[in-house]
């Protein structure tokens, strides 16, 4: 599905499921060179059990137009702009690693907007090594080596997303070099760690949620350890919004290595009664 927003394209995965404005609608953001793929099992579950799915690729990324954002609260707008273009009044956002620190920053700017929120892989700050970054600019190639080394914690899980001793490397580096080819004027690589590295806002975020908040943790995540997201926890719970967390045996990447574990987190929390802000 393409929406314009802010006058350019904008991808979304819906699960295979027309949009329905009668549905509540749940908002899927993706980390670093990443696209909506990544959470192909919980998208088309979520779709097919009564929710509007928009999982999408942020500007600048795989099929979408637009300036790749160079910032969090950039970025944020873009998610903005996309509940305005289809009419949505309130969503739920859910967002993995940067994407986290996207939904996080939306659920802040616009609290009447976010019915709940999931953080994915989250944790603030959220630094990234200077090897790593200066890697991504310059040898982007061997960054995505790297990355992939440091965010998975097996090889080829059973089950895993796409099935049972699915190749998690060389499935996450393809989609990697894919999402880094589909920008050539601009190296979404570096430009999203950057935007990591740099935001400061997590926490007064955080404080300015005004709804529920997930948190679901891999227990093996060596990007942003569990212990990283404290923080932002500490923060919600400070905000007086109800807070739950989970712990995923997984590494970084814990949609394709538990992704039943990670959609019945998901799916048990959109369950629960939200009220109006």
Request: hydrophobic share 45%; glycine share 10%.
């Amino acid at each position: 599905m393409m929406i314009d927003v802010h006058g350019t394209p904008l991808y979304a995965y819906t699960g295979g499921k027309a949009f329905d404005p009668t549905q509540p609608t749940v908002v899927m953001i993706h980390g670093v060179l990443n696209d909506h793929s990544v959470w192909i099992l919980q998208s088309r579950y979520l779709a097919h059990h009564g929710f509007n799915v928009l999982a999408i690729d942020l500007p600048g990324h795989g099929r979408s137009g637009g300036e790749a954002p160079a910032s969090v609260e950039a970025a944020a707008r873009a998610v903005v702009g996309l509940l305005d273009a289809l009419g949505v009044a309130r969503a739920a956002l859910v967002g993995h690693s940067w994407g986290s620190l996207i939904a996080l920053q939306t659920a802040a700017d616009a609290p009447e907007r976010v019915s709940q929120l999931a953080l994915v892989g989250t944790a603030y700050p959220m630094r990234v090594s200077p090897a790593l970054l200066e890697a991504s600019l310059n040898a982007p190639l061997k960054a995505i080596d790297m990355v992939n080394v440091y965010s998975h914690s097996t090889l080829a899980p059973p089950p895993s997303a796409l099935g049972p001793g699915t190749w998690l490397y060389g499935g996450s580096r393809a989609l990697m070099r894919r999402v880094l080819a589909s920008n050539w004027a601009v190296n979404v690589f570096h430009r999203g760690f950057a935007a990591c590295d740099g935001y400061q806002g997590g926490e007064q975020a955080a404080r300015r949620v005004r709804c529920p908040v997930l948190f679901v943790l891999g227990t093996r995540d060596q990007m942003t350890p569990p212990k990283a997201a404290q923080p932002l926890i500490d923060a919600a719970r400070g905000a007086g919004v109800a807070v739950q967390v989970v712990r995923v045996p997984a590494g970084h990447a814990l949609m394709t290595e538990a992704p039943d574990a990670v959609l019945d987190a998901l799916h048990g929390w959109l369950r629960q009664p939200v009220g109006v802000v």
